[in-house]
């Protein structure tokens, strides 16, 4: 089974819109048998730097602009997604203090362009494989327990969560963890320089593969970026992995 990942996307002001469709199209052509898309798929105005953050739009803008090039996404398995933390709009009618944000208003253009949704749930594809999606850490609340809901621990299963630092909640699972976020530091810059210190650099898993007790976990470094249009020595990725009946197999990283 052959699985394209596109993390953190980042459509917004500074990412334009032929870079986006150049992206989707480089998945489309790996013929996948199932995309995912681990959050991040828009950028908020507060992501980029000063001067260009003024005339920043709404993220539902950027999702609006998203859903033609998103409808040509196609595999058999489906095309499956998860909040990130720039995809969650701030709601004032929120009372819950945890939860700051919504993913609804993105997450409707994701739904017409044929995007499925998975945000704290799973499903079980016609192969056995369980699919299970977290709502995101920092925006939302994820909840491990209803995402993994009739999933046995021993049970074969793909589990997308944008923020790896969760990922020592599934450490008892046979599991497949696909996350984001970090864009590996997007810059590889002396450590009073790199860009949000808080979720990135402190995290234990920054990029590339890592065991999380019975569980893989892989950190896509992502295709977009935040802040300006700029990486230095970590280059964007979409990811593709075959899996077999054990194990991630043949797995490679295609520059975008």
């Not at 980042?10 to 998945?27: E, K, V, Y």
């Not at 908020?44 to 859903?67: K, V």
């Not at 058999?76 to 009618?93: E, K, Q, R, T, Y």
């Not at 203090?97 to 499903?123: H, T």
């Amino acid at each position: 089974m052959r699985i394209v990942q596109i993390s953190d996307l980042h459509a917004g002001l500074i990412t334009p819109q032929i870079l986006t469709r150049h992206i989707l199209r480089l998945a489309q052509a790996e013929n996948p048998d199932m995309v995912v898309l681990t959050g991040d798929v828009v950028s908020r105005a507060r992501s980029y730097l000063p001067p260009i953050r003024p005339p920043a739009p709404p993220i539902t803008e950027y999702a609006r602009r998203l859903e033609p090039l998103m409808s040509e996404l196609h595999a058999p398995h489906g095309v499956w997604a998860i909040p990130g933390n720039h995809d969650l709009m701030h709601n004032p009618a929120n009372t819950n203090p945890c939860k700051r944000g919504d993913f609804g208003p993105v997450a409707q253009y994701l739904e017409r362009a044929g995007v499925q949704i998975l945000d704290n749930a799973n499903v079980r594809l016609d192969n056995g494989l369980a699919v299970v999606g977290t709502d995101d850490l920092r925006e939302g609340i994820p909840d491990v327990c209803t995402a993994t809901r009739g999933i046995a621990p021993k049970a074969a299963q793909l589990i997308l969560n944008h923020n790896p630092r969760i990922a020592a909640l599934f450490a008892d699972r046979n599991a497949l963890i696909l996350s984001g976020h970090t864009h590996g530091g997007q810059a590889r810059l002396p450590e009073p320089l790199r860009l949000n210190p808080i979720d990135s650099v402190s995290s234990p898993w920054q990029s590339g593969w890592w065991r999380v007790g019975r569980a893989q976990l892989y950190v896509s470094v992502g295709a977009g970026h935040i802040g300006g249009p700029f990486r230095l020595g970590v280059p964007p990725e979409i990811c593709v992995f075959t899996l077999h009946n054990s194990q991630p197999e043949n797995t490679r990283t295609l520059p975008v």
